[in-house]
């Protein structure tokens, strides 16, 4: 069963930056892609980053220029950088996996962002 555990979220300032970890209990390269996904509080889920097998990026477009996803394949570990961040980046951000079949999602736990002043 495949794990994806987050971590790096917390408490910052607008304008402030963290950077997100999912480490996966397997290796990275075996999924399709993978992405960050957030959860504001009454909103539906909303993928804000991705990146596929091949290394192909995507990105909402209220996080364009400010995200960036990446990967450590060695570490089994995607990252997301926050900068820029706004109170509306608030939200619980998951780590989300596709399966090599593409037949699967595996998500995460979630971590909390939240900016404020």
């Known amino acids: 069963q495949v794990q994806l555990v987050e971590s790096g979220g917390g408490l910052v300032q607008p304008g402030g930056s963290l950077r997100l970890s999912c480490a996966a209990s397997?290796?990275?390269?075996?999924?399709?892609?993978m992405g960050w996904y957030r959860q504001a509080p009454g909103k539906q889920r909303e993928l804000v980053a991705s990146?596929?097998?091949?290394?192909?990026?995507n990105y909402e477009n209220s996080v364009k220029g400010r995200f960036t996803i990446s990967r450590d394949s060695a570490k089994n570990t995607v990252y997301l950088q926050l900068n820029s961040l706004k109170p509306e980046d608030t939200a619980v951000y998951y780590c989300?996996?596709?399966?090599?079949?593409?037949?699967?999602?595996?998500w995460g736990q979630g971590t909390q962002v939240t900016v404020s002043s």
């Open positions: 989300n996996a596709v399966s090599g079949d593409y037949v699967r999602r595996y």
């Open positions: 397997g290796s990275i390269l075996s999924f399709s892609a």
């Open positions: 990146i596929t097998s091949s290394g192909n990026t």
